[in-house]
């Protein structure tokens, strides 16, 4: 098994920043990509970002490219998410999960564990 427990959540106003942070234990060594997604209220979960543990390898969700940006601290079995410039539609609960299988995927369906998620609220 692995846990995720995800931190950084908040209340910003627009063009403000966060940074969410994943920090995962258990059998790490098992997982191969975190993957971050959020949920807004009324809305399905959707795809934010993800980055492979190994190669360090990223890719974002067009709504966030160039305004977020994920890495890893493999050392601390850890992923952050900066996110710079917030708009009030980045409002959700934003969730990490981690995934077995190689590469990595912007379907939920892909992901093995879930965290609890942290809320990120941006007001105009």
């Known amino acids: 098994q692995v846990q995720l427990v995800e931190s950084g959540g908040g209340s910003v106003q627009a063009g403000g920043s966060l940074r969410l942070s994943c920090a995962a234990s258990g059998r790490t060594f098992s997982t191969n990509t975190i993957g971050w997604f959020r949920q807004a209220p009324g809305k399905e979960r959707e795809f934010v970002s993800f980055i492979i543990w190994s190669t360090g390898g990223t890719y974002y969700a067009d709504s966030v490219k160039g305004r977020f940006t994920i890495s890893r601290d493999n050392a601390k079995n850890t992923v952050f998410v900066q996110m710079n ?37 941006v007001s105009s």
């Open 85 to 121: 410039s917030l708009k009030p539609e980045d409002t959700g609960v934003y969730y990490c999960a981690a995934a077995r299988g190689l590469g990595g995927a912007t379907s939920a369906k892909f992901y093995d564990y879930w965290g609890q998620g942290t809320q990120v609220t």
